[in-house]
């Protein structure tokens, strides 16, 4: 007994000192949960209780659940008292029982708190047994055996984290939202215009826009050069395919009047030698 009190105090500022701000805070929440919550005189009136309604009503005291009457208020005494008949199962003594209580009722504010999925819940709920199961202070205690953690672990597997949802979805803090509209037609913003499709009718040469007539606008670098081509007696390469275009032109013109007159000749051709006949 003398050993808990001792270890319980070295998580407690010295007298006399001022604490403020993050000081302040770190005081209100203890460095380990044994005794923290629930004394061994508040263990012992619970033994002593001769009904679950008795048991129950002394643990919401005791763990201070300020939940106005109704489910939320039984659903925590349920969950507080299947914890406290568990550490009786399992003949756990008051250091042990009141640890254990105290963790699962740290889980759960933690978890609603912080609005933990069940991972981290889990991860914090491991945290707080590994710190009272490990003696190495000052900064864990060895409350509970390695046998014990492994029962724990298992019981709240099967118990408080097989119905995490629902706990959470009783004690975290929910928000819906629902509007309406009374005037869509001066309070909406009007409908985006429909886009036309363009057709081929629409499109135009951009060379003959004056809109764009300075990207077609040839460089002072191109102008230079046509200069020197016109001193040199050269021309430019737009020219030489103008003239290139020009004559390949002309050669098929002819052969298209040559094929015309071989077809003119032998239609006439076959028409004489059907006169003929």
């Not at 508040?42 to 008795?54: F, P, W």
């Not at 105290?102 to 933690?110: F, H, Q």
């Not at 492994?150 to 009783?170: D, G, N, Q, S």
């Amino acid at each position: 007994r003398r050993r808990w009190r001792g270890v319980a105090a070295m998580g407690t500022s010295s007298a006399g000192r001022p604490e403020t701000g993050a000081k302040l805070k770190a005081a209100k929440k203890p460095l380990f949960l044994y005794f923290t919550d629930l004394s061994e005189s508040d263990l012992e009136r619970i033994g002593a209780a001769e009904s679950k309604a008795q048991t129950k009503q002394l643990l919401k005291e005791c763990l201070q659940i300020d939940e106005a009457k109704g489910f939320k208020t039984e659903i925590l005494a349920d969950m507080h008292y299947h914890n406290y008949t568990f550490c009786l199962s399992r003949e756990f003594v008051p250091a042990k029982t009141s640890t254990f209580l105290s963790i699962m009722k740290a889980v759960l504010d933690e978890a609603v708190s912080k609005r933990l999925e069940a991972e981290g819940a889990f991860d914090v709920c491991k945290e707080l047994l590994l710190k009272h199961g490990v003696e190495r202070p000052p900064w864990s205690v060895g409350i509970f055996s390695f046998d014990d953690v492994k029962a724990i672990m298992e019981y709240v597997h099967h118990t408080f984290f097989r119905h995490y949802r629902l706990y959470m979805y009783a004690f975290m803090t929910h928000c819906d939202l629902s509007f309406c509209v009374d005037h869509p037609s001066g309070n909406v913003a009007p409908p985006t215009a429909r886009i036309l499709t363009l057709t081929l009718q629409d499109e135009v040469d951009p060379r003959t826009q004056p809109e764009l007539a300075h990207l077609f606008k040839p460089s002072e670098a191109e102008l230079a050069e046509a200069e020197m081509r016109k001193l040199r007696g050269e021309i430019s390469p737009e020219e030489k395919a103008a003239q290139i275009k020009k004559k390949v032109d002309e050669g098929v013109q002819k052969l298209m009047d040559s094929f015309e007159e071989r077809l003119r000749a032998q239609d006439e051709k076959f028409q004489a030698m059907l006169d003929s006949s």
